[in-house]
């Protein structure tokens, strides 16, 4: 695969791609973190001392904090919304290389970037020439001016940290491999891939489901089928999602899920383009189970080989599983096979 | 796995899983001690019966290539007799030149000319 030449220089790109986002990112977080205190600073005269903080249904001020408490919660809150990222940045560079992980970075920091200055200007807004907290405005409709410097920011934010690069590495062509058929062949691929740790913990939480439904058929106690049937359910989802069986075949791609093999998803030979094999790990699709947004969805089951699946349309399917290679080499070549037409039938 | 089948041979079903899967196996994309996908899985995908299937399994576990263990499914006891996969190989060719007109002497002088 890659040489250690190759992996340096990827590991020195993804250095470049953090310390770049991680300077604007400070610079960002010292902006907003001045400006969270200079304001309140500078209208302090004109504050009443505790200021109102909170405000209930009916509109009037229902809470209190003293004025420099009021202040280090919202700066304390900043910081730690915004610290807890930047951490998260600075252990994770590879990350970098994705675009939706940075942009849902940049969205977090631009987002709370600016909810937690219009949080405040509305509150000094309200507090403002007020001899006493209680006599502070309500609020009205400036609330809303919170949640649209969320929006407005987070916006901002993941476009600020859209431009780079955005790694898959895909390879450029099909796969050359193919497997040799004659027409009046047919070939069949079936692999499958389980997790031991998943099957054991959803197991587990069956065996708990169940013992809690034998609890509550002697007891009688008919409180305990609430949770005896929400566990159980959870344990066979958890099954369900703990295997994958794959099978390829002239009708296309066929996934069944857990021991059941229920449900399937049927992918036609007609919306696959290509297919290749890829070495995806939970920590790049963001955990285990079914993963990412329709058309860059990762069935993800154990770390390492993938089969993945790209369509016509321009989207992608990935599943892992064994024995991915042999799969993308009968896919592509059955695609052949359907492009050249039925005369091979 | 992969199997592949072919419609027009004339040779029963379970012989020709069998043959399959003893390709598959000697081609190396199975270990010895790696677990085959259930018999009902690639009765399936091939569209046959899964006693066919697993008659076939049967076989080539009397073959010394497949192991059938309690609770461990089927596995692959070791790679199967090489004769055995040449004379696979060489069926198939035989059947395709029948269908070029090639007689099997005809073949034969080939091969001779060729090594």
Same mark, same amino acid.
């Given at each position: 695969?890659?040489?250690?030449?190759?992996?340096?220089?990827?590991?020195?790109?993804?250095?470049?791609?953090?310390?770049?986002?991680?300077?604007?990112?400070?610079?960002?977080? #010292?902006?907003?973190?001045? %400006? *969270?205190? $200079?304001? +309140?600073?500078?209208?302090?005269?004109?504050? /009443?001392?505790? &200021?109102? @903080?909170?405000?209930?249904?009916?509109?009037?001020?229902?809470?209190?904090?003293?004025?420099?408490?009021?202040?280090?919660?919202?700066?304390?809150?900043?910081?730690?919304?915004?610290?807890?990222?930047?951490?998260?940045?600075?252990?994770?560079?590879?990350?970098?290389?994705?675009?939706?992980?940075?942009?849902?970075?940049?969205?977090?920091?631009?987002?709370?970037?600016?909810?937690?200055?219009?949080?405040?200007?509305?509150?000094?807004?309200?507090?403002?020439?007020?001899?006493?907290?209680?006599?502070?405005?309500?609020?009205?409709?400036?609330?809303?001016?919170?949640?649209?410097?969320?929006?407005? #920011?987070?916006?901002?934010? %993941? *476009?600020? $940290?859209? +431009?780079?690069?955005?790694?898959?590495?895909? /390879?450029?062509? &099909?796969? @050359?491999?193919?497997?040799?058929?004659?027409?009046?062949?047919?070939?069949?691929?079936?692999?499958?891939?389980?997790?031991?740790?998943?099957?054991?913990?959803?197991?587990?939480?069956?065996?708990?489901?169940?013992?809690?439904?034998?609890?509550?058929?002697?007891?009688?106690?008919?409180?305990?089928?609430?949770?005896?049937?929400?566990?159980?359910?959870?344990?066979?989802?958890?099954?369900?999602?703990?295997?994958?069986?794959?099978?390829?075949?002239?009708?296309?791609?066929?996934?069944?899920?857990?021991?059941?093999?229920?449900?399937?998803?049927?992918?036609?030979?007609?919306?696959?383009?290509?297919?290749?094999?890829?070495?995806?790990?939970?920590?790049?699709?963001?955990?285990?189970?079914?993963?990412?947004? /329709?058309?860059? &969805?990762?069935?993800?089951?154990?770390?390492?080989?993938?089969?993945?699946?790209?369509?016509?349309?321009?989207?992608?399917?990935?599943?892992?599983?064994?024995?991915?290679?042999?799969?993308?080499?009968?896919?592509?070549?059955?695609?052949?096979?359907?492009?050249?037409?039925?005369?091979?039938? | 796995?992969?199997?592949?089948?072919?419609?027009?041979?004339?040779?029963?079903?379970?012989?020709?899983?069998?043959?399959?899967?003893?390709?598959?196996?000697?081609?190396?994309?199975?270990?010895?001690?790696?677990?085959?996908?259930?018999?009902?899985?690639?009765?399936?995908?091939?569209?046959?019966?899964?006693?066919?299937?697993?008659?076939?399994?049967?076989?080539?576990?009397?073959?010394?290539?497949?192991?059938?263990?309690?609770?461990?499914?089927?596995?692959?006891?070791?790679?199967?007799?090489?004769?055995?996969?040449?004379?696979?190989?060489?069926?198939?060719?035989?059947?395709?030149?029948?269908?070029?007109?090639?007689?099997?002497?005809?073949?034969?002088?080939?091969?001779?000319?060729?090594?």
């Amino acid at each position: 695969m890659t040489g250690p030449g190759a992996r340096s220089l990827e590991e020195r790109a993804d250095v470049g791609l953090r310390a770049r986002f991680l300077s604007i990112a400070t610079a960002w977080f #010292g902006l907003v973190t001045v %400006a *969270l205190i $200079a304001a +309140p600073l500078a209208l302090r005269d004109r504050l /009443p001392d505790p &200021v109102a @903080t909170h405000w209930g249904a009916s509109g009037a001020p229902d809470n209190s904090m003293p004025f420099l408490v009021s202040l280090l919660f919202q700066v304390g809150l900043w910081t730690l919304l915004a610290g807890g990222a930047l951490g998260f940045a600075f252990v994770n560079a590879a990350m970098f290389r994705r675009r939706t992980s940075r942009m849902a970075l940049g969205a977090a920091l631009g987002g709370a970037g600016l909810f937690f200055p219009g949080l405040q200007i509305v509150t000094l807004m309200a507090n403002l020439d007020a001899p006493h907290w209680r006599q502070a405005d309500d609020l009205g409709w400036g609330a809303l001016l919170a949640v649209a410097g969320l929006v407005l #920011g987070g916006w901002l934010g %993941a *476009l600020a $940290a859209r +431009p780079g690069p955005d790694e898959r590495p895909e /390879p450029s062509a &099909v796969p @050359t491999r193919r497997v040799p058929l004659r027409p009046g062949q047919r070939a069949v691929w079936v692999s499958s891939v389980s997790s031991g740790p998943l099957t054991a913990l959803s197991g587990s939480v069956l065996a708990v489901g169940g013992g809690l439904a034998v609890l509550a058929l002697i007891g009688g106690d008919s409180a305990l089928w609430i949770p005896a049937t929400i566990t159980f359910l959870a344990g066979l989802l958890a099954l369900t999602f703990s295997s994958v069986r794959v099978q390829i075949a002239e009708e296309g791609v066929v996934l069944f899920y857990g021991p059941l093999r229920l449900p399937r998803k049927h992918i036609p030979i007609e919306r696959v383009e290509r297919a290749w094999s890829e070495r995806r790990f939970p920590s790049d699709v963001g955990g285990w189970g079914i993963r990412g947004l /329709p058309g860059a &969805v990762t069935v993800m089951i154990r770390g390492g080989e993938c089969l993945v699946v790209g369509y016509v349309s321009g989207g992608r399917f990935a599943v892992s599983i064994d024995d991915a290679e042999s799969g993308a080499a009968l896919l592509n070549t059955l695609v052949d096979r359907a492009a050249t037409g039925p005369s091979t039938r | 796995m992969l199997l592949t089948l072919d419609l027009n041979d004339p040779r029963p079903l379970h012989e020709q899983v069998a043959e399959a899967i003893r390709r598959a196996v000697a081609e190396g994309s199975y270990a010895p001690g790696d677990r085959l996908p259930p018999a009902r899985d690639l009765a399936a995908a091939l569209g046959i019966n899964a006693n066919t299937v697993l008659r076939a399994l049967r076989d080539l576990r009397d073959e010394g290539v497949l192991e059938f263990r309690r609770g461990r499914g089927v596995t692959v006891l070791s790679r199967p007799n090489p004769r055995s996969v040449i004379e696979e190989k060489l069926r198939s060719l035989l059947d395709e030149a029948v269908q070029y007109g090639y007689r099997h002497d005809d073949v034969i002088e080939l091969i001779r000319e060729l090594s």
